[in-house]
């Protein structure tokens, strides 16, 4: 069952390794969080704040990511549809 986590509060929580995978994460605040090595995968992150967060090796591969704020995010090695790979490195 997909874990519904829409508009949480995780700011400068450690979720390392975390799976996250099909998760409702609209709206959630995962600001200054360290997720290195964290598993979104199609998980739904509408909306979400990442500022500054570190997601060092995540996964993202088929979340949806529309309006996510990435401003300051860590995505070195972290996994990511094509399609929108190169968008989310200019909102860095």
Do not use: H, P
């Not at 997720?35 to 995540?58: I, K, M, P, Q, V």
């Amino acid at each position: 069952k997909q874990a519904d986590c829409t508009g949480t509060d995780f700011s400068n929580a450690n979720l390392t390794e975390g799976n996250f995978e099909k998760a409702y994460l609209e709206d959630a605040n995962l600001s200054e969080v360290n997720a290195r090595n964290a598993d979104f995968t199609n998980a739904d992150l509408t909306g979400a704040t990442l500022l500054n967060g570190d997601f060092t090796d995540a996964n993202f591969t088929g979340a949806k990511l529309d309006n996510v704020v990435w401003t300051g995010a860590k995505v070195e090695g972290a996994k990511f549809d094509e399609n929108v790979k190169e968008q989310i490195l200019k909102m860095i």
